[in-house]
């Protein structure tokens, strides 16, 4: 007897034994072969019009940038979810021998190094072979063991290490070949900056102590530890560590803009970067790890979940910094971010977690903020969110910050310019705020933002953020 089926058992049923109309099954069988294939064109429509438009959509931003923001070269990768919608760069790579950037460029990612590192120590300490909570004195000679200095602390800067960056006896020989041990020495006897788990503050030093954990623990390079726990498992071959003098196809050269022409960025040994911004990457490999980390491909459940769990330190106030990641917000939406900036490069990397989307953005100059401009727009033009709107601001109003403050030992002035104030880094580097209301400032070329505190009716300082997460604070110290 013939049983009458639809659809997969009626493909099914044509090399069955039992007899058959072999004519009505062909038909059913083609018929459900033209709807799988036009399902699938479709499919395929859709996803190729979207990358299309992604694509036309990142062209025009990123060439609009890159003369705006004055960046030699731009890479630009988007996935979402597991699909890699855009893979472009732009520019020139090496001006001096006209090499073009491309798709298979190398570009320091500076900062988000810290990323690999926060997630190999995590990594370790799910396999049981340290503990957040163990002291760097276990690990590196002349810390005392009193002091509170957790590997917890190194990774979200609670730690209180003074940063290495900060100090003119490091920049003096940076551009020398150098060894982890030798710059601890940098900042191993300096005071504290406060009392550990007390207060934030970035510091690149706290990740160069957490590299030496890696080495000592694993009995490893730092870099091999990331190479064989990290980076082959997912495949990621153009995620290459610069700290040694191997040769690096492919690789970009770093420039700054001195306002009328780029010229070579100072020359910066990547041995200098370590653990705190020693890697470089393809945006397309750097798109490939954020996406994996993300989508949880890369540690446990729970030490994933530490690594985006924001710290409350004593005073209630709630860190926007996890461990080797921002948090931070746009339009209702959840960002997971870090950003980069060496020594002629910058970078960005943008998880979007309602979207299952990341953006990443490379570029070869420290002038301007490139990277970090292109990723933004392109998120903002993708996600459909809006700009901020520039509000208007009396001379009264802006009279009230106008002042001199001290940022991270950097002090900062705020100036009238005009109907405007802005921000003065320095001499050189002077850049229009734009006032988005409630006493929060967008900076020109930057995307963060000058939330500023006030006492009582007084201006005391400002909070440097971006995208809701905290990069500096800032205390007033004159008018």
Same mark, same amino acid.
Request: charged share 20%; proline share 3%; hydrophobic share 40%.
């Given at each position: 007897?013939?049983?009458?089926?639809?659809?997969?058992?009626?493909?099914? !049923?044509?090399?069955?034994?039992?007899?058959?109309?072999?004519?009505?099954?062909?038909? +059913?069988?083609?018929?459900?072969?033209?709807?799988?294939?036009?399902?699938?064109?479709?499919? $395929?429509?859709?996803?190729?019009?979207?990358?299309?438009?992604?694509?036309?959509?990142?062209?025009?931003?990123?060439?609009?940038?890159?003369?705006?923001?004055?960046?030699?070269?731009?890479?630009?990768?988007?996935?979402?979810?597991?699909?890699?919608? &855009?893979?472009?760069?732009?520019? +020139?790579?090496?001006?001096?021998?006209?090499?073009?950037?491309?798709?298979?460029?190398?570009?320091?990612?500076?900062?988000?190094?810290?990323?690999?590192?926060? #997630?190999?120590? $995590?990594?370790?300490?799910?396999?049981?072979?340290?503990?957040?909570?163990?002291?760097?004195?276990?690990?590196?000679?002349?810390?005392?063991?009193?002091?509170?200095?957790?590997?917890?602390?190194?990774?979200?800067?609670?730690?209180?290490?003074?940063?290495?960056?900060?100090?003119?006896?490091?920049?003096?020989?940076?551009?020398?070949?150098?060894?982890?041990?030798?710059?601890?020495?940098?900042?191993?006897?300096?005071?504290?900056?406060?009392?550990?788990?007390?207060?934030?503050?970035?510091?690149?030093?706290?990740?160069?102590?957490?590299?030496?954990?890696?080495?000592?623990?694993?009995?490893?390079?730092?870099?091999?530890?990331?190479?064989?726990?990290?980076?082959?498992?997912?495949?990621?071959?153009?995620?290459?560590?610069?700290?040694?003098?191997?040769?690096?196809?492919?690789?970009?050269?770093?420039?700054?803009?001195?306002?009328?022409?780029?010229?070579? #960025?100072?020359?910066?040994?990547?041995?200098? %970067?370590?653990?705190?911004?020693?890697?470089?990457?393809?945006?397309?490999?750097?798109?490939?790890?954020? =996406?994996?980390?993300?989508?949880?491909? &890369?540690?446990? #459940?729970?030490?994933?979940?530490? !690594?985006?769990?924001?710290?409350?330190?004593? *005073?209630?106030?709630? $860190?926007?910094?996890?461990?080797?990641?921002?948090?931070?917000?746009?339009?209702?939406?959840?960002?997971?971010?870090?950003?980069?900036?060496?020594?002629?490069?910058?970078?960005?990397?943008?998880?979007?977690?309602?979207?299952?989307?990341?953006? &990443?953005?490379? =570029? *070869?100059?420290?002038?301007?903020? #490139?990277?970090?401009?292109?990723?933004?727009?392109?998120?903002?033009?993708?996600?459909?969110?809006? *700009?901020? =709107?520039? &509000?208007?601001?009396?001379?009264?109003?802006?009279?009230?910050?106008?002042?001199?403050?001290?940022?991270?030992?950097?002090?900062?002035?705020?100036?009238?310019?005009?109907?405007?104030? %802005?921000?003065?880094?320095?001499?050189?580097?002077?850049?229009?705020?734009?006032? $988005?209301?409630?006493?929060?400032?967008?900076?020109?070329?930057?995307?963060?933002?000058?939330?500023?505190?006030?006492?009582?009716?007084?201006?005391?300082?400002?909070?440097? %953020?971006?995208?809701? =997460?905290?990069?500096?604070?800032?205390?007033?110290?004159?008018?």
């Amino acid at each position: 007897m013939h049983r009458k089926t639809t659809g997969y058992l009626d493909v099914r !049923m044509a090399s069955s034994h039992e007899p058959a109309n072999h004519s009505d099954h062909w038909v +059913t069988t083609m018929r459900l072969l033209v709807c799988l294939a036009l399902a699938t064109s479709c499919t $395929l429509a859709a996803a190729a019009t979207t990358g299309d438009r992604w694509t036309r959509a990142t062209d025009r931003i990123a060439r609009e940038v890159c003369r705006t923001e004055h960046s030699p070269a731009l890479a630009i990768c988007v996935i979402q979810h597991g699909r890699v919608l &855009v893979n472009r760069a732009y520019g +020139t790579a090496d001006l001096e021998n006209e090499v073009p950037a491309t798709t298979r460029t190398e570009f320091s990612i500076a900062s988000i190094t810290k990323q690999l590192t926060a #997630a190999a120590i $995590l990594q370790l300490a799910a396999r049981g072979k340290i503990r957040l909570d163990d002291d760097i004195s276990r690990f590196a000679s002349g810390f005392p063991s009193d002091r509170g200095i957790t590997i917890r602390r190194l990774l979200n800067h609670t730690a209180g290490i003074h940063n290495i960056n900060s100090l003119p006896s490091y920049w003096a020989q940076s551009g020398q070949a150098t060894t982890p041990d030798a710059l601890v020495t940098f900042f191993r006897d300096l005071p504290l900056d406060f009392e550990p788990g007390t207060d934030y503050r970035y510091s690149n030093s706290g990740y160069i102590l957490l590299g030496l954990v890696i080495e000592k623990v694993s009995g490893q390079p730092y870099a091999d530890y990331v190479r064989k726990n990290l980076l082959d498992p997912l495949h990621l071959d153009q995620m290459v560590y610069g700290g040694t003098s191997r040769l690096i196809p492919h690789r970009a050269r770093g420039y700054r803009y001195d306002g009328s022409a780029f010229v070579n #960025a100072e020359h910066y040994d990547d041995s200098q %970067a370590f653990a705190m911004g020693g890697f470089l990457s393809t945006a397309l490999d750097l798109a490939r790890w954020t =996406s994996a980390l993300h989508d949880q491909e &890369v540690l446990p #459940a729970a030490a994933y979940k530490e !690594m985006i769990t924001p710290t409350v330190l004593p *005073n209630g106030e709630v $860190l926007t910094y996890g461990y080797g990641v921002e948090l931070g917000a746009l339009d209702r939406r959840h960002l997971l971010s870090h950003a980069g900036g060496g020594v002629g490069f910058m970078s960005q990397a943008i998880f979007v977690r309602e979207e299952d989307l990341t953006i &990443v953005a490379l =570029s *070869n100059t420290i002038t301007g903020g #490139a990277a970090l401009e292109v990723a933004d727009r392109l998120m903002r033009t993708l996600l459909g969110a809006p *700009n901020p =709107s520039d &509000v208007s601001l009396s001379h009264d109003i802006a009279s009230r910050y106008v002042g001199s403050y001290l940022m991270d030992g950097q002090m900062v002035r705020i100036l009238e310019q005009g109907e405007r104030l %802005a921000a003065a880094y320095g001499e050189a580097d002077v850049r229009k705020l734009h006032y $988005l209301g409630n006493g929060v400032f967008a900076q020109e070329g930057r995307l963060s933002r000058l939330h500023f505190v006030e006492t009582k009716g007084v201006v005391t300082g400002f909070v440097l %953020a971006r995208y809701g =997460s905290l990069l500096a604070k800032a205390v007033r110290t004159g008018n």
